[in-house]
């Protein structure tokens, strides 16, 4: 006669295998102990918040007021600065950096006389490290390590690592810039100068006087020609000097903007050494093993009865 399969028969079941049940579960649970304890590796959490900031602050034009006068600047960055920052903080570039500074290969242990062995240490750094945006719309940087103060190290080096990144662009830009301006100064000279040595050349060849009376410049000479050209050419320098001077104010606020570099970052938290660790969670290993130890020796004596009924009927 079958034998029905129910709950009661399950429960049954369960209550006359309990003892070999209960005895596989403590062991499992001191084995699951013993190895979180004594084999599983001890991981401190570090992380740094930061926001980033609109780099437009530190340009000259801010600085000295020269083209947004009455226009609301915000301190901080928009959702494409944070992109761009998120973006560069999971860059390759800066997990080799980190990898290379801080000599991840030998501090995982990885043979780098073995197959793809950067592989293996970057894989193992990607384990532990995450950047991402939280959810107050400010980045996240956090790295795992089994050692704390190595770990608030790494974060606190990919933030300036990030910083110096993002602020690559508009410092290389206002080096251009620069440069830029400083050789067409040395022209504008050039032409500054072209003009006076012409003008004193007229002075002398044709006895050109230059008076000043009420504000009015009267140039005065015994040749019209000569007077007539020597006024459109003391325009031209006029004009050539004030392009001059305006050319070298650029220069100088350019100068201060680079000089400024700023950060590009605003620091909320920065990385300091785990007083404890994150993982492993020890109650939590235990719990699970013994869940799962459980639920298998369950699910094993179901199937062992199950075995020997189906044997009887044979």
Do not use: C
């Not at 072209?194 to 230059?210: E, Q, R």
């Amino acid at each position: 006669m079958d034998k029905e399969f129910n709950l009661i028969a399950v429960i049954s079941i369960i209550l006359k295998w309990k003892r070999p049940i209960i005895i596989l579960t403590i062991v499992s649970a001191i084995a699951a102990a013993l190895f979180s304890v004594f084999v599983m590796d001890e991981y401190f959490l570090s992380k740094s918040e930061f926001y980033p900031t609109n780099q437009f602050i530190n340009d000259r034009a801010t600085i000295f007021n020269t083209s947004s006068a009455g226009t609301q600047l915000d301190y901080y960055g928009g959702k494409s600065d944070i992109n761009r920052v998120l973006s560069i903080a999971n860059s390759e570039p800066v997990m080799n950096y980190i990898i290379d500074s801080f000599k991840l290969a030998k501090h995982y242990k990885i043979d780098t006389t073995s197959s793809y062995w950067k592989t293996k240490v970057s894989k193992k750094f990607d384990k532990n490290y995450e950047a991402v945006k939280t959810e107050h719309d400010a980045v996240e940087i956090s790295i795992f390590d089994t050692d704390p103060n190595m770990a608030s190290d790494m974060v606190n080096a990919v933030v300036a690592n990030v910083d110096e990144l993002n602020k690559q662009h508009v410092n290389e830009t206002n080096k251009k810039i620069y440069n830029l301006i400083s050789s067409q100064i040395i022209e504008q000279q050039k032409k500054v100068d072209g003009y006076i040595d012409t003008l004193s050349t007229l002075i002398s060849k044709y006895n050109i006087k230059v008076v000043a009376t009420g504000g009015t410049v009267v140039v005065e000479g015994n040749d019209a020609k000569a007077v007539q050209l020597y006024k459109a050419l003391m325009s031209n320098q006029d004009n050539a000097v004030r392009e001059l001077n305006n050319r070298i104010n650029i220069k100088e606020q350019t100068e201060v903007s680079i000089k400024t570099n700023a950060s590009s970052l605003y620091i909320v938290q920065g990385a300091v050494p785990a007083e404890r660790r994150e993982k492993p969670v020890r109650s939590l290993v235990v719990l699970i093993t013994v869940l799962v130890t459980l639920f298998v020796s369950i699910i094993g004596v179901l199937l062992i009865e199950q075995f020997r009924e189906i044997k009887k009927q044979l």
